[in-house]
Structure formats: C-alpha cells, structure tokens
C-alpha cells in the first residue's frame, strides 16, 4: 500500500514539475515575442502604409478558408464563407514552435474611426495567445497569389492589406495588439476553393474547409 502511494506521489511530483516546465516555456515566449526584431518586410503594399509605420511582430499562421455551394446561374459555384476564417499563428523560438495569436470572425465591441458604418455582424479578428488583447481589421488592397516575390504561390489565397477597425485590451489589462495599425498577409499557400465538387444544383449547402498557411505581418504607427 505505502508503495503505491509513493508511485502516486511520484507521478504526481512528475506532473507539477512538467507543468512547471511548461508554463516557464509560455512565459519565456511571451518575452521573446515582445522582443521580436522585426525588419519591416519591402512588399508590394509597402508604399500604402503611412510614413513611420513599421512591423513588430510576425507569426507563421497554420489554418483554414472555409467555402459554402451557392448557386449561381443556372448551376453551382464556391462562394468563401465569411464566418469561418480559422487560424492559428506562431514564432519559432529555440527549435520549437509557440502558439502566439488565433485569428477567426468576431463582433468588433470597439470600433475606432476607420471601422466601416454600420459595422458587419461580425469581422476578421487577431488575438493574443499570451495576453488576449485583440485587433480587428479590414481588408484595403489585395494581391494575386503568384504575382510577386512576396506572394510567391499562384493558385493560393490571395495576399492581403489590412487596417486596423478596432482594438480591444484584455481581460488583465494585456495591450500587445492594440497598438497594430496594419497587418499584412504574405506568402499564402493553398486555402483556394476547390476546382470540384460545386457545379450543379444538387451540390448547393456543400460546405468545404480547405488548409492553408501564410505569414502574417504585424505593424505599428512610428514612435
């Protein structure tokens, strides 16, 4: 009996410690990634951004662009289903990879001055994994997939310019993403609308989540 207590406990001990381990890991990425030393990438959307305007912050997003069969015309065709952008972004620190920000649709509870009127029942959302601020965003300018250097991938999602509509602090007062201005969307590969399976009547109500991944870039106006 007082052997099996003491494997118990020990199990136990191993659990708080890795746990331990782990949340030090979480807090060490958190600084990390508030130290990130971003070059401000020379894209094509550069010349769009107000003069100051540099880059903090850049997560690797790995997600899906949901579509809907709608019809059109007298057959079917893919149409994006504004409600289920998901993604997940993260940093490389050390070797591994740190979940840093989820990216899916919200209501905009803050809109600021550039925020379209009246607001869409809900809109493309950035939040911080590590301090759960957030910021919403708009998109202004957009790219072909395979058209440049820095959206390299024909056939993929297109890249995108976005502007900041809102930003809101988190629950314990966390800013990380209130500061963005703008974001930029880069190197998207995949998350395309199928080229099958929405063409005839018989297909409308299909819904798809195609994966994608992407760069996305945040910035901040100049200090």
């Known amino acids: 009996?007082?052997?099996?207590?003491?494997?118990?406990?020990?199990?136990r001990a191993r659990a708080l410690f890795t746990a331990a381990l782990a949340?030090?890991?979480?807090l060490g990425a958190?600084?990390?990634?508030?130290?990130q030393n971003i070059t401000s990438p020379n894209t094509t959307f550069a010349h769009e951004l107000p003069e100051g305007t540099t880059a903090f912050l850049v997560g690797h997003a790995d997600g899906t662009q949901g579509y809907v069969c709608l019809p059109s015309g007298t057959g079917a065709s893919w149409t994006v289903n504004q409600a289920r952008p998901e993604a997940t972004l993260f940093t490389r620190i050390f070797g591994v990879d740190f979940e840093i920000i989820t990216h899916f649709?919200?209501?905009d509870t803050n809109p600021n001055g550039d925020a379209p009127k009246p607001l869409p029942f809900a809109n493309a959302t950035w939040q911080s994994s590590l301090d759960s601020s957030k910021v919403w965003a708009?998109?202004?300018?957009?790219l072909p997939a395979g058209s440049t250097a820095d959206?390299?991938?024909a056939g993929s999602i297109?890249?995108?310019l976005l502007q900041s509509i809102g930003t809101e602090v988190g629950p314990a007062g966390g800013k990380s993403l209130t500061q963005v201005n703008f974001i930029e969307r880069l190197n998207t590969n995949g998350g395309s609308a199928p080229l099958t399976g929405c063409s005839v009547?018989?297909?409308?109500?299909?819904?798809?989540l195609v994966p994608y991944t992407a760069d996305y870039y945040f910035f901040h106006p100049g200090k």
């Open 158 to 160: 297109a890249c995108l």
């Open 30 to 35: 958190a600084t990390q990634v508030n130290a």
């Open 201 to 208: 009547a018989s297909d409308v109500g299909k819904q798809i």
């Open 105 to 107: 649709l919200s209501p």
């Open 1 to 11: 009996m007082n052997v099996n207590i003491s494997q118990k406990n020990t199990v």
């Open 151 to 153: 959206c390299p991938n």
């Open 23 to 26: 949340l030090g890991g979480a």
């Open 138 to 142: 708009k998109a202004v300018d957009t």
